[in-house]
């Protein structure tokens, strides 16, 4: 992670004013942006949020009333494992249902998923549990996840879209995404996956004729895929783009990973042409819910009623070309949090924006590893936890139980938090002692993570603290 320079990247009064776009701010009626007033105050977590009070946002050209918070489905709950059961957990569904029905109950109305999410089962479950409502009550977002090359060809993709029609059970798509466009190889695989085949065509006529309400695509990785899309926006003319957008990620994309484009760019560039941005990592997968703890007593001191969540999610929809905030909610009491961050939003004002810029570069001090724990990383072929180590690591950086100096007087203290946490949080077999370098993993990472030297390097650390037993 390249820290040089950090606190020569501030953001003046000049900067937000000219971000947000005080002419873009007028026409959207939201010039509560810049507002110095009296905040809401976010519900206590578990209170009951009010069922009527939900901001929405519009969609241009379809004129879909959205909700600013999003139901991403891709961390979905799961049942308890029996004593002696093996493989991977099983959806909740009946939880699942219970989130969805609360979630349409209060307003929240865009749910988002693809076939590639929770080992490919998260469309049939979201698809369960949506139809138990009457269609006209909530908008489907889903994704042509054709990743593996043996999808590429033309009739495996339009199997694929199919197929999801098949699980959401529905006969048109609300929201159809090209998932993560600029990974890999960046333009070359982009052109096999969605030109050389003529898919994208295909999803053109099928926008044309209905069953693709808005089409659009998830953006990580090589800017120059971006930029090419937007250049053919007169052609495409997308409807949406999907992109990584928090405060973190605002300023310091590029310097937590070379490879990644800071938000405030793809942001611009999406505005300036009226392009809606749905936003995805809000949270970076829960590293800005869980962030080190200076940073949440810096948080707590500013504002003690609002959550640490709660900052993230209302700088995220504060920006009045972000059509919806999506976020992966499969505990109730998360769930309500968020509502109440977007029941009604209460947009960040001028003071806020420049201290979550400073509390962005405050975060850039600690070494985390940016895993957002999107899984697709996974299955391993060696059977190791990947997501759970790497967020392990981070959690005790977090609450300062990494040190490398034994004389540190908190050492054994932070030493037994690290290895007993480490036991607890991973079996054994799936730890990083069993990683052999094969780096399966690292070519799926949006965030760029070289994996295998991560795992290495935690378990040398975990070998250091075992020896000074």
């Known amino acids: 992670m390249n820290r040089n320079n950090i606190d020569d990247k501030r953001f003046s009064r000049r900067d937000f004013l000219k971000t947000l776009g005080l002419a873009g701010i007028a026409s959207a009626g939201i010039s509560s942006c810049l507002d110095n007033g009296k905040k809401n105050v976010v519900p206590a977590s578990g209170e009951e949020p009010s069922k009527d009070s939900m901001t929405y946002r519009v969609t241009p050209n379809t004129g879909d009333k959205v909700s600013l918070l999003g139901f991403g489905m891709m961390r979905l709950p799961t049942l308890e494992k029996g004593e002696g059961q093996k493989g991977d957990a099983e959806i909740d569904q009946e939880a699942v249902n219970q989130l969805v029905d609360y979630a ?41 996840s054709n990743f593996a090359p043996a999808t590429w060809e033309r009739e495996n993709s339009i199997a694929m879209y199919r197929n999801s029609l098949k699980e959401l059970q529905t006969d048109y798509i609300d929201y159809m995404l090209l998932h993560a466009i600029g990974m890999g190889n960046g333009m070359e695989e982009f052109e096999n996956r969605y030109i050389n085949n003529g898919i994208l065509d295909f999803l053109l006529e099928e926008r044309k004729a209905g069953r693709i309400r808005n089409l659009g695509f998830s953006y990580h990785g090589d800017v120059s895929v971006f930029d090419y899309l937007l250049s053919r926006n007169d052609e ?44 995805m990592e809000p949270l970076l997968g829960g590293r800005l819910s869980n962030v080190p703890d200076p940073i949440v007593a810096r948080l707590k001191q500013r504002e003690p009623e609002l959550s640490v969540a709660s900052w993230a999610f209302r700088f995220a929809g504060s920006f009045p070309g972000v059509l919806t905030v999506l976020s992966g909610m499969n505990r109730m009491e998360h769930l309500q949090d968020n509502i109440g961050s977007f029941a009604p939003l209460s947009p960040l004002s001028e003071e806020d924006f420049n201290f979550l810029q400073k509390t962005a570069t405050l975060m850039m001090k600690f070494d985390t590893i940016p895993c957002n724990d999107c899984k697709y990383c996974m299955p391993c072929p060696y059977g190791i936890d990947i997501p759970a180590i790497l967020l392990h690591y981070n959690k005790c950086i977090n609450e300062g139980n990494v040190s490398e100096n034994s004389q540190d007087p908190d050492y054994r203290k932070a030493r037994r938090a690290f290895l007993v946490g480490y036991d607890r949080s991973v079996p054994k077999l799936r730890q990083a002692s069993h990683c052999i370098g094969c780096n399966q993993c690292s070519p799926h990472c949006p965030q760029g993570i070289h994996i295998p030297e991560e795992l290495h390097r935690i378990d040398n650390y975990v070998e250091q603290l075992k020896r000074e037993a």
């Not at 080992?119 to 369960?128: A, L, N, W, Y």
């Not at 590029?254 to 942001?267: M, S």
């Open 104 to 144: 349409l109950e209060h307003g929240v109305n865009y749910f988002d998923t693809s076939p590639a999410y929770c080992k490919g089962f998260s469309e049939r479950s979201t698809g369960i549990a949506l139809a138990r409502h009457p269609r006209d009550k909530y908008f489907i977002a889903t994704k042509l």
């Open 236 to 279: 495409y003319k997308w409807d949406f783009v999907q992109i990584q957008l928090n405060y973190l990620d605002w300023k310091y994309a590029k310097d937590i990973n070379p490879r990644n484009t800071d938000a405030e760019y793809l942001y611009n560039e999406l505005h300036k042409r009226g392009i809606p941005a749905v936003i």
